[in-house]
């Protein structure tokens, strides 16, 4: 059984800045892409940073140049550093990841159970 568990969530102000991460437990054999996932109220839900196996980032537009994703391939971690936060900035932030267990090589999609960043005005 695999678990993706976040921490780092919390109440800044604007300008701020919050370092979340995710830990993924279990039989894992391999963890392809790992991305963080923002669901705000009244909105659709979006992929806001992922980063591949090889350590390549991609971002959405609205984050670019102040998150930064990064992860710890013998940790099963992934991080995310966010600055200049902003009032829309405020989600709950999931973890998602592909991966293989020692049992299934297919790659499976994995979530965490999210944790909640507001950002003050």
């Known amino acids: 059984q695999v678990q993706l568990v976040e921490a780092g969530g919390g109440l800044v102000q604007a300008g701020g800045s919050l370092r979340l991460s995710c830990t993924a437990s279990?039989?894992?054999?391999?963890?392809?892409?790992m991305r963080w996932y923002s669901q705000a109220p009244g909105k659709q839900g979006e992929v806001v940073a992922a980063i591949r196996l090889d350590g390549t980032p991609t971002y959405t537009d609205s984050v670019q140049g102040r998150f930064t994703i990064s992860r710890e391939n013998a940790k099963n971690m992934v991080s995310l550093q966010m600055n200049s936060l902003k009032p829309e900035d405020t989600a709950v932030y999931y973890c998602n990841a592909d991966i293989q267990t020692s049992a299934v090589r297919a790659y499976v999609n994995y979530w965490g159970k999210g944790t909640l960043v507001t950002v003050s005005s």
């Open positions: 279990g039989t894992i054999f391999s963890i392809n892409v």
